[in-house]
């Protein structure tokens, strides 16, 4: 295996101890932090020549959102590591008990091109914080920062346990191969099954980032421009190539009416009458992502945009309308700047929908009435939930992000990327004397014995009188 | 495939929303407390009947331990489902942000033979806690519980919500064609495997408790008596079959000369001077198993014991000398009442012969010194560690319990059962009007919107100098 020399490697320097002292781990992540800083530039022109990333986006998510996760580290690396001290029953009352923050060891994070620095980076922060050494596979479809950041990374960390790995589809399969200690994959569905069956034939944890179509309710309540601000907002960052972007909308047919001008003037608010000279609108990743989008256009009826430049990768800020559930754009995860709109009569019936659908990475709910929003969230199931607006829950670092189902595995931001690296070992560390507060427990049984064990080591349950 | 129907009427009554109030979660958590304490009788029975388990360790393990873990959850059962509110940043201040508690869904548990009652009744407490619509499958290898869990625990519980399905190895194959939302599986490695493979296809989340070698350094300065009784009780306990029983000892050969005759004194003082005759130790479970464990009888040297009875499955409290890394005894998990001692020339050696090996279950330490018990600790990685004893760390139920690697993933026991079992999601309420905040992110861009931006949702390093 082309690999196995690499990840002995790395093993044995997990072995050697060397990543376990904070000072290490804190010099690792403020490199890390000195990357940001000083590759910024080549960071934005390499995501700009990649898929025509906004300056303005690309600052956002690439850097300040990657720095904010960064500094969170390490503001709170040390209460972090801490052992937890835990509770302890009467038996073991004069003994310590508390949780040790273990590394796992080798850990392998493979990244996705739609947000390439952040989503191989933001894990990398928690997996170096937790003790590990890492492999990173950054996405060969973005060729500039692929090579970016295999360039750059191993200048700024220790190469000793740190490394970063160019790959396609086939030596991919052939880096899965080998053991890692923990596997975090960021991408489709389809390609999570094949990673976590790599995975289980050598009992390797996962988390699993993936995806789905993530259904954004519009009640009749509700600010209607705002809202078409804040859906618009969410849909075309990034020219919708986001995986928690809201993927369609579901509306009574009145409030469609009305939202159709109120998205139309958002959209041109945004990027101007011709979004295609604006140069704060992205571009479609790729030539075989471009063909697969585009294709999605014939469903339902333009409304909105719709026009396309196949030489540019453009595909304009669209709203399609008058589309059934069994059109093509209603099949899969767009991934474009396409929003389709779905009529339902009402609130009930959107939950239904929702419901009768893959669990998806966010539901979004709009509407002025705080029973509406909390209806949806509370009847429904999906990764995360934005009420009266879209992807703002994940710039939290004190959110869980993750999915469910077939949306992912798993959660990270903040301490939850520490807590996803880290091995959470239950520890008891007893006196070697006071062996007359064991011998109850041995042979010979005897029901005193058993009474007094029962007495000194049951859990009651408190009075149901009582205010809990 | 049979099963399809059983997991399909589950599902939909997990939809209608039966097992999302506090009430009935309670409801069925306390019906289950009735189990225990009505079927007491037949649950001791049944496991004596079984594999003669001793009434005095199946009221710990098998009623006890599961009475603990059930009040455990009753008490803080209203605290684990709230919502939880997060800290927010600047530009959320006026939203609501937390994280909710949502059940799976329909969760399969499989549980193994050596403790029938406990190792599928604790993480069914977790799942009905979480909401969760369950299906156990219990071992089939325990036949008189098998039967006992099947007819009972129907009647106790809600049967629109929870199953019990007796299957062997080709019907669990099938069962688990079907798509769960989560599996919980106590059990082998190499079944493990095969579990989360068939997780894979679905993309259903795993926790695996599993097994290995758990070793147990016994360092040159301790209280030898002492040791040697908690070394035997954890061994010897339930014949051996104890998924964090100590699997064999590490020590100078200086302390095997001493620890031979304490170990001798404390079978003696335990299970009399014929062990076959004392009400209080257990038998091997099955044929099968009894000739596997037989067949390691022949590493290294008997020390003490080594009498086996095959019409009774009887194998002695057996402790092994002589024995050297490539013996049968150290290729496998024991799973029996025998107890290799290897000879190692230090603590230095001890570790790193533990560290050669996959991860195991626990790590045992037995020192006076704490330093090498810390040391010992600190320079290995396995599920869960105790110092100067042997099984106690599992009994707290306010420490988590799980392996890495090899041993398993995942933890569980008190709330981290009930995390298990539910899902994380981070959500975001926002108003629906204030729109005046969200107009630096959107379109077009500037570099006064992202100063802007980045003053409203950064997070800064905390001063170096600051004592943290």
């Known amino acids: 295996n082309p690999y196995a020399g690499l990840v002995s490697r790395l093993r044995a320097a997990w072995l050697s101890g060397k990543t376990r002292p904070m000072e290490y781990r804190v010099a690792q992540l403020e490199a890390l932090g ?63 008990a508390f949780i040790r923050k273990d590394p796992y060891g080798v850990v392998l994070i493979i990244a996705p091109w739609n947000y390439p620095i952040h989503l191989f980076l933001v894990p990398l922060i928690g997996a170096i914080a937790a003790g590990n050494c890492v492999i990173v596979k950054p996405s060969e479809i973005t060729k500039n920062t692929e090579r970016l950041v295999a360039e750059m990374l191993t ?37 999570g099954r094949i990673v976590m069956a790599a995975a289980a034939k050598h009992l390797t944890p996962v988390t699993l980032e993936l995806g789905g179509k993530n259904p954004c309710y519009v009640s009749d309540a509700c600010d209607v421009q705002n809202v078409a601000r804040r859906v618009a907002w969410g849909r075309f960052f990034n020219a919708g190539q986001t995986c928690i972007a809201p993927d369609y909308v579901l509306c009574s047919a009145e409030m469609q009416e009305k939202l159709l001008p109120a998205l139309g003037k958002a ?17 479609i990743v790729g030539d075989k992502q471009f063909q697969r989008v585009q294709a999605l256009l014939r469903s339902g009826r333009v ?21 059934q559930p069994s059109d093509p754009i209603m099949q ?7 929003l389709p709109i779905v009529i339902v009569a009402n609130m009930d019936e959107a939950i239904d929908f ?56 798993g959660m990270y931001h903040g301490k939850f990327t520490f807590d996803t690296f880290a091995h959470h070992r239950g520890c008891l560390h007893r006196g070697m004397g006071r062996e007359a507060l064991n011998a109850l427990r041995y042979p010979p049984y005897s029901q005193q014995k058993l009474g007094i064990v029962r007495a000194a080591s049951e859990v009651k349950r408190k009075g149901a009188c009582t205010l809990l």
């Open 354 to 409: 929702i419901n009768s659908h893959e669990r998806p990475l966010v539901v979004y709910a709009f509407s002025s009435d705080d029973k509406v929003v909390n209806q949806v969230l509370e009847r429904t199931s999906s990764g995360g939930f934005c009420g009266n607006d879209t992807l703002m829950h994940v710039t939290l670092t004190s959110l869980p992000f993750g999915g469910i189902g077939s949306s992912g595995l």
């Open 155 to 191: 200048c700024y960390l220790d190469n000793d346990c740190f490394a970063v790995v160019t790959t396609g589809v086939e030596e991919t399969t052939r880096l899965l191969e080998n053991k890692f200690d923990y596997i975090f994959f960021t991408g489709s569905p389809f390609v």
């Open 303 to 323: 409304v909105i945009g719709g026009q396309t430049d196949e030489k540019e990768r453009y595909i304009a800020p669209t709203v399609l309308v008058d589309l």
């Open 34 to 96: 000195r990357f940001l800083d000083e590759k910024k530039q080549d960071i934005l022109e390499a995501t700009a020549l990649d898929m025509g990333k906004p300056l303005f986006e690309a600052e956002f998510s690439e850097i300040l959102l990657c720095k904010n996760e960064l500094n969170d580290t390490l503001n709170n690396l040390s209460h972090w590591m801490k052992d937890e001290h835990v509770e302890r029953n009467l038996v073991t009352r004069l003994d310590s």
């Open 332 to 338: 899969e995860e767009i991934f474009g700047p396409i």
């Open 267 to 283: 959209i041109a608010d945004f990027y101007g009458p011709n979004p295609q000279e604006s140069p704060d609108f992205s571009r």
